[in-house]
């Protein structure tokens, strides 16, 4: 009889002790953190971040009006530039009717359109 009860004594222990514990879902987790867990024990949600490749790049629309020059500024240097969208019915052929350079797309000949902008540099 004393030996039942110490079981049961002993499991009651046990229980009590452990009924705060909560088996990690995430064992092979290498940052030891919740930040590549969806939820931890305190309802902590990470940000959602979109995938890479996933995000906007800054765009500009540049028009030239009556077949003039036009050169539209940005507060950033351009690595790269590509006509989004075309608005007018003049051809925007690149380095005749548009063009970038340093931190500013130009237009002529008619060209009026959205260019998407890759910004050189570190850029998010």
Do not use: Q
Not at 20 to 37: F, I, K, L, S
Not at 91 to 107: A, T
Not at 112 to 120: G, H, I, K, S
């Amino acid at each position: 009889m004393r030996r039942l009860v110490g079981l049961l004594l002993g499991a009651a222990i046990a229980a009590v002790g452990v009924a705060g514990c909560v088996a990690d879902p995430y064992p092979n987790d290498r940052h030891h953190g919740a930040h590549n867990r969806p939820y931890d024990e305190y309802g902590y949600h990470p940000p959602s971040r979109p995938p890479p490749g996933d995000y906007e790049l800054p765009t500009i629309i540049c028009a030239s009006k009556d077949g003039r020059p036009k050169r539209c500024h940005t507060d950033f240097p351009i690595k790269r530039a590509e006509v989004d969208k075309r608005y007018s019915d003049s051809p925007c052929d690149y380095g005749r009717s548009w063009g970038y350079d340093g931190n500013e797309v130009w237009v002529d000949r008619g060209c009026r359109a959205r260019f998407r902008l890759v910004p050189a540099g570190r850029w998010r």
